[in-house]
C-alpha cells in the first residue's frame, strides 16, 4: 500500500461520517457534498486499502468488519488531532469533544447517570458516548477514554483514582419476609432463597460479602436454585417483586428502604463494602475534557458537598 498522504484526511473524515450515519446520502448533505461523490471518494479508499469498507444494497449501506475496525481507528485518530489543535489554539480552556466511557450496569444505571445532567449543563460542549455492560473493555484497546470498574485494576497502563467505597447489605421485601421469616443467624441463609448473580467474567457465583460479628470478613459461598446471568440488575429486580433475599449497594436500595418497599436483614453481619474506581490510560494526552469528568466524580463521590478533591 502506497504511503500515507496528508491529503487523504478530509477522505478519512468523509469515510467516518459516512460510518456514524450509516449513509452516505446523510453524510453529503451533512458535509454539503453531492451522494455521488462521496461513493467516489469511498471507493477510491477501498482501493487504496485493497479491503471493502462497506457493504452496499439499494437501500442502505453498513459497515464490514474491516471497515468497522478502520472505523474505530480513524474517529479516533481525528479525535486526537482536533485534540491538539485545541491545544496549540488555547481552546482548551473550554472541555469540548466526544468522552467515551465504560461503566458497569449497576453502576451507571443508579449511581453515574443521575449526575450526567449536571455535568452536561456545565460542560455543554463535551458529548457522552456510554457503553454500559459488564464486561470488562480493555480500555485501551478498545479506545474508551476512561471507565469505571469495581476495585482497583491492576493494570500498570492505567492511571487509578477511588471514587467511593459503596457499603452492600442483603435485603428482602416485607412479603416475602412475611412468609419465609427474618434470616439471624448465618445458617439461617440455607432456608431461604437467596438470589445468585453468576460472574460472566469468570461464570463463577458472586460471593456475599460479610463480615462476622467478632470483625473477621468472609466471602459466603453458597448454591442456589435461582441463579441470575450477564445483569445483576435482574436480582434486584426478582427481589423486588418478592422472589428472595438479595445482596447489593445501599446507594440503590435507599428510596425503597426509605419506603417501606424493602427491609435489610442480617445487620450483625453487615458493615463490608466495594470500592469503585475511576480510570483512564496513563500514555494518553489528559484532555480537558477527561480531566473534568474526572473532577466532577471525584467531587460529587468521594468528597462531601463543598469541599475541593485533593
Same mark, same amino acid.
Given at each position: ?39 467516489? #471518494? ?8 485493497? @479491503? ?83 464486561? @470488562? ?52 441463609? #440455607? ?76 445487620? #450483625? ?35 462531601? #458537598? ?5
Amino acid at each position: 500500500m502506497p504511503a500515507f498522504d496528508a491529503t487523504q484526511i478530509s477522505t478519512i473524515a468523509l469515510f467516518c461520517k459516512a460510518a456514524e450515519l450509516s449513509s452516505f446520502s446523510a453524510a453529503a448533505e451533512v458535509l454539503g457534498l453531492t451522494p455521488a461523490s462521496v461513493s467516489r #471518494a469511498i471507493k477510491r479508499l477501498e482501493e487504496r486499502l485493497g @479491503v471493502r469498507l462497506f457493504s452496499r444494497t439499494t437501500r442502505n449501506v453498513r459497515l464490514t468488519s474491516e471497515g468497522e475496525l478502520y472505523w474505530q481507528e480513524c474517529r479516533q485518530a481525528l479525535e486526537q488531532i482536533a485534540e491538539a489543535e485545541r491545544t496549540i489554539s488555547g481552546h482548551q480552556k473550554v472541555p469540548s469533544g466526544l468522552l467515551r466511557i465504560s461503566v458497569g450496569t449497576l453502576y451507571a444505571n443508579f449511581r453515574l447517570l443521575p449526575l450526567l445532567h449536571e455535568f452536561t449543563a456545565t460542560y455543554p460542549q463535551i458529548e457522552l458516548e456510554l457503553s454500559l455492560s459488564n464486561r @470488562v473493555a480493555d480500555i485501551v484497546e478498545e479506545g474508551y477514554d476512561l471507565a469505571i470498574r469495581v476495585g482497583t485494576p491492576q493494570d500498570s497502563r492505567l492511571i487509578v483514582h477511588k471514587l467511593e467505597d459503596a457499603t452492600v447489605g442483603i435485603f428482602a421485601t416485607p412479603a416475602y419476609l412475611a412468609r419465609h421469616g427474618v434470616p439471624q443467624q448465618l445458617d439461617d441463609l #440455607a432456608q431461604h432463597d437467596c438470589l445468585q448473580f453468576i460472574l460472566p467474567t469468570t461464570g463463577r457465583p458472586m460471593p456475599w460479602i460479610l463480615q462476622m460479628p467478632d470483625g473477621q470478613p468472609l466471602d459466603h459461598q453458597f448454591h442456589s436454585r435461582f441463579r441470575l446471568l450477564d445483569d445483576a440488575l435482574g436480582c434486584i429486580s426478582w427481589g423486588q417483586a418478592d422472589g428472595g433475599l438479595f445482596q447489593t449497594y445501599h446507594f440503590i436500595t435507599a428510596p425503597a428502604l426509605a419506603r417501606g418497599e424493602l427491609l435489610e436483614v442480617m445487620h #450483625a453481619y453487615g458493615g463490608r463494602s466495594r470500592q469503585f474506581s475511576i480510570t483512564y490510560p496513563q500514555n494518553r494526552h489528559l484532555s480537558a475534557r477527561v480531566r473534568s469528568f474526572v473532577d466532577f466524580l471525584l467531587q460529587r463521590l468521594r468528597h462531601p #458537598a463543598g469541599q475541593p478533591p485533593r
